[in-house]
Each structure stands twice: as C-alpha cells, then as structure tokens.
C-alpha cells in the first residue's frame, strides 16, 4: 500500500471536517473563503487539469492490466470520461456544473477496481495536480473529494 504526502494530506482534510462537523465550529470563515472551484481558477483549468489525468489514466499500463477495466477503454471514449469527470469536479468543487452521469456505484460495480489500482490512480493523479502547479491546500480538498468516492469504487480485495 502506497503511503504518500497527498494521501496524509487528504486524510488530515477529512478528519478535520469530521471535527468541524461534530462539534460545529467552523475551522475557517466560510463566508470569506472562495469556493475551491474558485480557487482553482474556474472551468478551464479544471477541464484541463481533467483532460490530463484521463490522458494518463487511460495509458497506464498497471491500470489496464486489470481485464475490465482495459475493456472499458475499448467502449468508452476519452473525451466522454473528460466531460464526465470535468462536470463531476466542477459541480463537487463549489461551480455551476451539474453532473448528470451515473452514481459512481454504479458506474464501477463492473470494473472490480482493487485497493492497489486505486493507490496507482491516486499517484497518477498527484502528478497531474504536481505538472499543473495545483498549491498543496486545493491538491488535499480534491484529493478528499475523491476519496470520499473510495467506497463505491473499490469492489474487490487484492
């Protein structure tokens, strides 16, 4: 298992919220925090920063070595995933999006994704963040949002 800085960040960001949660104290004015999506210049880096990361993620080889997920390659086209995955962040990170895809349960049911793909998939995805200059703070609020997916992706025991 992978044990990187992004990861500790992430869980650093979700235990902090489940503080913030249970004992209702805010751990920074919301009212004057920019929302991430705003912080992270809006739609079209986003979409860039997206378009990246399904760039890589489709290429990777260790992903790919799983059967259906490489077969899910052959069926679904990059740029679907990009507008997907682009509307899902934009939506999740505060902007105007509306994501209208699956749930994302249902989406990898089929996939038997693994702890270990999932660690591959959170590496490639720090790169990508690291390549496009992404500040360390909005790296751990994407790299939390993602992982609150972990669950409903990750079907099947190494």
């Not at 500790?8 to 503080?19: D, E, H, I, N, P």
């Not at 260790?62 to 990009?82: C, E, G, M, T």
């Not at 934009?90 to 999932?118: F, N, V």
């Not at 909005?138 to 990750?154: F, K, N, P």
Request: hydrophobic share 45%; charged share 20%; glycine share 6%.
């Amino acid at each position: 298992m992978f044990t990187t800085p992004v990861k500790r960040l992430a869980r650093f960001v979700l235990v902090a919220g489940l503080l913030t949660a249970a004992y209702g104290v805010p751990a920074q004015d919301e009212a004057q925090q920019p929302s991430l999506y705003d912080r992270l210049g809006g739609l079209m880096p986003i979409s860039v920063v997206v378009s990246d990361f399904i760039d890589v993620v489709v290429a990777d080889d260790s992903l790919n070595q799983n059967p259906a997920v490489d077969a899910a390659r052959q069926v679904v086209p990059a740029a679907y995933l990009k507008y997907q995955v682009t509307a899902q962040v934009c939506q999740a990170t505060g902007g105007p999006c509306q994501y209208q895809g699956r749930d994302m349960k249902s989406a990898h049911a089929h996939l038997g994704i693994t702890p270990g793909e999932w660690e591959r998939m959170l590496v490639l995805f720090a790169q990508v963040l690291d390549k496009h200059q992404v500040p360390e703070a909005e790296q751990g609020e994407l790299v939390a949002i993602v992982e609150s997916t972990r669950a409903d992706i990750v079907t099947r025991s190494e």
